[in-house]
């Protein structure tokens, strides 16, 4: 069936949430700084409406309690460290940033101001916070590294091509994302238990994602696994056509490169991850250190498959794989 779409509106429209709690300090307006690798994105638009309307559920309303300072270099990841810089200038309370990757350019133009990521990849490896129990520090949010998620996606593949003893695997770079060698690690760890052998192939801009797919090709990969940063997410639809053209069943982190012609995603729901962001904030704003606030993985994740890319590629997926999925694309 058909996700609901999101009506962009929604971001503007006016709404009566309840209030669960009142906020200290009513008179002083808080200040929410934003560090973004898009700008006018869909999906990002949903993603920050539900961190707002949460944010409002818990007490939040903008212009009554709290502001927002957005910042994004889009297109421009080399101008993220200015930006962030220019961020912090501007004072706020916490900084809400979108990656792991974002949150390290944050940190080095602030270590006192509360950071709060949305989605890592994985923190616990980037020197970002102590532990995942108790970050200390300045940062914490939320990581989506587990061995089991990872393993699940590589098995996922198998079923779809039960010869798969190669796996081409997409390795986007940019300021704007971190993959840490534990995350690699894990993915290895994952493919090995398969008797699957990986191949890792970088690329530093969507010109290269051609090139990138041929290389997979030309080495006997039989499959390939698009590692989910900045990069990849602004350029989901030319990585999907990438991998369309190369004829090799794609497996993605993120629902959104599904939905963009992508064969099958499998991870957790981004927009809970927006929506529960709101919490740390709200904690933060009311008080609590960072530091003191452990890190949260998600523990529930979503298969997406897109029909017409499977028949694209000549794949006939079976009825139970299709039953087992949360969405199916037409």
Do not use: C
């Not at 297109?75 to 993220?80: C, L, N, R, W």
């Not at 090709?217 to 499959?223: F, I, K, L, T």
């Amino acid at each position: 069936m058909q996700r609901r779409k999101f009506i962009a509106l929604l971001v503007a429209a006016p709404a009566v949430w309840p209030v669960v709690s009142q906020a200290r300090e009513p008179d002083r307006i808080r200040k929410v700084g934003v560090l973004w690798g898009q700008a006018h994105d869909p999906e990002w638009l949903e993603r920050f409406a539900a961190f707002t309307q949460q944010l409002q559920k818990l007490g939040w309303t903008e212009g009554k309690n709290i502001s927002f300072e957005i910042r994004h270099a889009a297109g421009k990841p080399d101008q993220f460290p200015a930006i962030a810089t220019e961020l912090v200038e501007a004072n706020p309370d916490v900084i809400l940033a979108g990656t792991a990757g974002l949150a390290a350019i944050a940190r080095k133009a602030t270590n006192t101001i509360p950071i709060v990521v949305v989605n890592a990849g994985e923190l616990e490896g980037t020197g970002l916070i102590a532990s995942l129990r108790r970050p200390g520090g300045n940062v914490t949010g939320t990581q989506i590294l587990s061995p089991e998620l990872m393993s699940k996606r590589v098995e996922i593949l198998k079923q779809l091509v039960p010869a798969l003893t190669r796996l081409g695997i997409l390795e986007p770079i940019t300021p704007a994302g971190i993959t840490t060698p534990h995350y690699i690690e894990v993915l290895d760890d994952a493919a090995r238990s398969l008797q699957i052998r990986i191949h890792r192939v970088a690329v530093f801009s969507p010109a290269e994602f051609t090139a990138a797919f041929s290389t997979f090709v030309q080495e006997g990969d039989q499959a390939a696994l698009v590692i989910s940063n900045p990069l990849s997410f602004a350029n989901r639809a030319e990585l999907a056509r990438a991998a369309a053209r190369s004829r090799l069943p794609t497996i993605y982190e993120v629902r959104s490169f599904a939905a963009a012609g992508g064969l099958i995603s499998y991870g957790p729901d981004f927009v809970q991850l927006a929506r529960d962001s709101a919490s740390y904030v709200d904690e933060i704003l009311r008080g609590t250190a960072p530091g003191e606030l452990p890190v949260q993985q998600p523990t529930k994740f979503e298969l997406v498959v897109n029909l017409k890319a499977a028949k694209a590629l000549g794949l006939t997926l079976p009825e139970s794989f299709l039953l087992r999925a949360d969405e199916v694309i037409d």
